[in-house]
């Protein structure tokens, strides 16, 4: 996989035996939800040593995710269910659905989970040759060097941890073949598949569980040969292939086993300077003490002020301070041109209209309820874990994602493609400090264009069908029934475009910022609950929170040589820096700033610009942003962990609940 096309990093860690069919499983799901993972393989039965040092039990696979472990295949199944969007849910999104694909895994888990490792490895242990590779795969060199030296010695500890007695070994082919006749029933009405037409959750489990007896071709790790089998073993294996239930698992692998993902390394956040940094308290007393000594600072081509009459008249002026040359800059080559890259004139005007009459049409109370449930429903599933959630990845994120596709009618192959394509494009439109930045750049062109083509194929797909759907993309193609200025193909793409890229990461980095603000301090906090039912109140809390550490600390503009402002006149062209941090704790305009007051006038607040060129999401973000923070304090959230940064971006918010 090259640097263009990269993955984000692994948020993951699954500690594994390759050759186990419920690593596989895991596998399987993670690559079929396109989430990155960082295998950590060990040996059979000496994998024991790493599972329990990460408080994840004995059997494999154990997940170790910033809030949670996933201890064994079950807890693995419920865990990536519980964070799997609505439509993709894992185990169905019905309740019926859930209910009979839980029963017919729970059936599978009882008749093949330990049956079927028992009666392989009883036939291959006594064959160390064929053995050793297949368990070694991938393992640290001890544990290696600790198979070839003591063979034996790992025999016994395999044969004792699998319970090979002679009995249970002897019963295991009866309770696979009552595994194989279950699945033989359920397809018995002719469908393909257990779950129809296509590969369900039931018979990925299903072909994984029998992929032993199988061998089949698309394993994600070695395997015997099967003409290297032991006889009673390889004639077990023929039988199982030939029945109709080892063809729908073969098929199951033909059909729906994706790629396997390329070995990826744990994320590593190293030392935690960023916290530092990019923190509230530097930033904030940095932004204070400049503008106090140099509200007005003028260097070679650099101009910044950090009052707030003066960023509030220059977002105000936007003939004179231009947003063109700094946003289009870098927008035009990866969406094409857009709003937010746009100065005044006819493109703007055209496309600026269609945008925001798309945008009346949005049903705020769908997208509160839908932003609400999700919520809920990730809250839930992390207090019946281990009560702690990660705000940024294992919440906000996830919920903005789920509101962006709602809203925008684009949802890409996977949940966690279009958080990577939003992010890469964010990062280097809005958030790189140059067009100069070739490695980005190439990113953010790169996942752009993915994103595009997903937004052409819906709106070909549509135009097709004469179904334009009630989203944004759906009203942008209607008018064009009704509105000779309506937008074409391209101008559709690149406004839908446009506008997913700032909404997740935007929420996403909001959330964090204000939970850790707020929740980090018990007086705020217990001033937070008190208003918990009041929405306007919570409302001022978030919007003070971000004063003290808001998402987007300045804006940038060009102004020509000539202008004259703030009581001085360019006599070059200059880049001007409008630094909202320190504005926003002018105490001219919020009077005693150190403290937070809820009830502050709302025109006073700078979080989403202003001016001609304001954030298209911000009437979303003042809905879904003190929600999301609203049911954060419902769900008793009392503590947060230092956040962790993934560049400029809050990467991690660990809060108990």
């Not at 472990?69 to 519980?82: C, M, S």
Request: proline share 7%; aromatic share 8%; charged share 20%.
């Amino acid at each position: 996989m090259t640097k263009i096309t990269a993955r984000e990093m692994p948020r993951h860690r699954m500690i594994s035996a390759r050759v186990s069919p419920m690593v596989e499983m895991a596998r399987w799901f993670f690559e079929l939800n396109i989430i990155p993972y960082a295998e950590e393989p060990h040996v059979p039965i000496l994998h024991v040593l790493a599972t329990r040092r990460a408080h994840g039990g004995s059997e494999v696979p154990v997940v170790v995710t910033p809030e949670d472990v996933w201890g064994g295949a079950r807890a693995f199944l419920f865990g990536l269910d519980a964070k799997t969007p609505p439509g993709r849910r894992l185990l169905g999104d019905t309740e019926e659905q859930r209910n009979a694909n839980i029963a017919h895994i729970n059936h599978f888990f009882s008749l093949l989970l330990l049956q079927v490792r028992r009666y392989v490895y009883f036939h291959l242990l006594p064959h160390r040759k064929l053995l050793y590779p297949v368990v070694t795969q991938g393992a640290p060199f001890w544990e290696k060097s600790f198979v070839a030296m003591f063979y034996p010695i790992w025999r016994w500890l395999m044969g004792k941890g699998l319970n090979l007695s002679p009995n249970l070994v002897e019963t295991a082919p009866l309770d696979i073949d009552r595994a194989f006749s279950y699945a033989e029933h359920l397809v018995s009405d002719g469908r393909r598949f257990i779950e129809g037409d296509r590969p369900g959750v039931v018979d990925i489990v299903f072909a994984s569980l029998v992929s032993p007896l199988i061998l089949p071709p698309h394993f994600g790790a070695r395997l015997p040969k099967l003409h290297e089998l032991p006889e009673a073993l390889h004639k077990l294996t023929i039988e199982c292939r030939e029945r109709r239930a080892g063809q729908l698992a073969l098929e199951t692998y033909e059909q729906h086993r994706p790629a396997p993902q390329e070995q990826l390394r744990p994320r590593k956040y190293g030392l935690n300077l960023r916290s530092v940094l990019l923190g509230p308290r530097l930033q904030l007393h940095g932004a204070n003490l400049l503008r106090r000594m140099a509200p007005r600072l003028v260097l070679g081509r650099l101009a910044i002020f950090s009052s707030w009459n003066d960023v509030k008249e220059m977002l105000s002026r936007d003939l004179e301070f231009l947003i063109a040359p700094v946003n289009g800059a870098k927008i035009d080559p990866v969406t094409g041109p857009f709003i937010l890259g746009l100065d005044r004139g006819e493109q703007l005007v055209r496309e600026r209209g269609q945008m925001y009459a798309a945008l009346a049409t949005v049903n705020f109370p769908l997208v509160q309820k839908h932003a609400e449930h999700e919520a809920q429903r990730l809250l839930t599933a992390a207090k019946a874990g281990s009560g702690k959630i990660d705000v940024v990845n294992g919440y906000a994120r996830l919920v903005a994602a789920r509101t962006a596709a709602l809203l925008f009618g684009v949802r890409g192959p996977a949940e966690a493609e279009l958080m990577r394509v939003a992010r890469v494009a964010f990062h280097y439109i809005f958030l790189s400090l140059g067009s100069s930045d070739g490695a980005l750049k190439l990113q953010a062109i790169a996942g752009a264009q993915e994103l595009k083509e997903w937004i052409q194929k819906e709106i070909a797909e549509r135009t097709a069908s004469g179904h334009v759907g009630h989203d944004i993309l759906g009203a942008l193609l209607v008018r064009r029934r009704h509105d000779a200025d309506a937008l074409d193909n391209d101008g559709v793409t690149r406004t839908v475009a446009g506008l997913l890229i700032g909404a997740i990461d935007t929420t996403a980095t909001a959330v964090a910022q204000i939970a850790s603000v707020l929740f980090g301090d018990a007086n705020r906090m217990r001033e937070l609950q008190q208003d918990i039912d009041r929405p306007d109140r919570v409302l001022g809390w978030c919007w003070e929170a971000l004063r003290v550490w808001p998402h987007n600390p300045l804006v940038l503009r060009h102004a020509n040589a000539g202008t004259s402002f703030a009581g001085k006149t360019f006599t070059k062209d200059m880049t001007v820096v409008g630094l909202t941090l320190a504005a926003m704790n002018d105490p001219f305009a919020f009077p005693l700033p150190s403290q937070l007051d809820p009830s502050r006038p709302r025109d006073r607040y700078l979080h989403f610009g202003g001016g001609l060129h304001p954030c298209a999401g911000r009437s979303v973000n003042a809905i879904q942003v003190p929600l999301l923070i609203r049911e954060l304090a419902k769900a008793g959230a009392k503590h947060t962990a230092n956040p962790r940064f993934d560049g400029p971006f809050i990467d991690e918010l660990v809060v108990t609940l």
